[in-house]
């Protein structure tokens, strides 16, 4: 495997160089795939939610993020970058992009680490559903596909007009958000506070100027929630065991949501830190939980 790998790459750099190696008629299928014609744009998506946005728009994306999610078939045969919080800067060069698109939440050192290193950046902004369409414009006019993106927009804006007729639950509800050994609670400001909101939760914590907060009991005891909803970040199996923990202590065993054992586990890949292309799906998800006796 790596010496086919490594003759691929020869074969590559051969056509590239224009020299005479028969490029035309004996090169093999991975190099076709990883192929940059003259003018082409050479894509890099470092998070999981990008990438799907670009394939979705038919934009070719040459570098992606190394994740445990399972990507489009689109980018198969891509390279892998790294991490979305930790890319390795030395193979993303190597991939000589035009553009990295990454998200906007990672702080301004993540961004400087990409002007230091002459990488051209695009940060999208994917924190609620407004970001993801203001992303997906962007990028359909980006790279050309305004007509796809239209497309996409026209299913998110019918969802969110047939949410907007329904009525609005009165059941309270809270957002715990899960991390290997961590434990916050999710406002309305992060993305599944935003689908909680436009699914017609009540969330008892809104108004807030952060997309999380720290636990607060005396808080926490004076909401009172109907039921929690329970988002988690990374390695969801030793996530819920931190949440199941920390909601068995009997500092919670007085609200509603506990006593009454409504405490919902969102599915991971439906409901993450950042707004993407389920979003629809997520909402139907919603409407079902919190609709539900």
């Not at 003259?38 to 570098?63: F, N, R």
């Not at 993020?65 to 790294?82: D, F, I, N, Q, R």
């Not at 439906?270 to 993407?276: T, V």
Request: with cysteine; glycine share 6%.
């Amino acid at each position: 495997m790596k010496l086919k790998k490594y003759i691929t790459s020869i074969a590559i750099i051969a056509c590239t160089l224009g020299l005479t190696v028969g490029c035309s008629s004996s090169e093999t299928e991975d190099t076709k795939t990883n192929e940059v014609n003259q003018g082409e744009e050479v894509v890099v998506a470092t998070s999981v939610a990008v990438t799907e946005i670009l394939d979705e728009l038919g934009v070719k994306v040459s570098g992606i993020p190394t994740t445990s999610y399972e990507l489009p078939e689109g980018v198969k045969g891509a390279t892998e970058v790294g991490a979305p919080m930790n890319p390795d800067m030395e193979i993303i060069k190597s991939l000589n992009p035009t553009v990295v698109v990454a998200v906007d939440t990672l702080g301004e050192d993540y961004k400087k680490t990409f002007t230091q290193n002459n990488i051209p950046s695009e940060f999208v902004n994917l924190t609620n559903l407004d970001g993801l369409k203001e992303t997906i414009k962007t990028l359909g006019n980006r790279f050309d596909k305004t007509d796809r993106a239209n497309e996409i927009l026209k299913e998110l804006e019918d969802k969110e007009a047939a949410l907007n007729k329904k009525e609005k639950s009165d059941e309270k509800v809270m957002i715990v958000f899960g991390a290997p050994g961590s434990v916050m609670i999710s406002t309305d400001k992060s993305y599944v506070g935003n689908l909680v909101e436009l699914a017609g939760g009540n969330n008892v914590f809104a108004g807030g100027n952060s997309s999380f907060m720290q636990i607060n009991m005396e808080d926490i005891i004076k909401a009172n929630p109907d039921k929690i909803l329970v988002m988690m970040h990374a390695l969801p199996d030793e996530t819920k065991k931190t949440v199941e923990q920390e909601l068995a202590k009997e500092s919670w065993q007085s609200i509603n949501a506990v006593k009454n054992n409504k405490i919902v586990y969102l599915d991971t890949e439906y409901f993450g830190m950042s707004a993407n292309l389920k979003s629809i799906e997520a909402l139907d998800m919603l409407g079902e939980i919190l609709y539900e006796q």
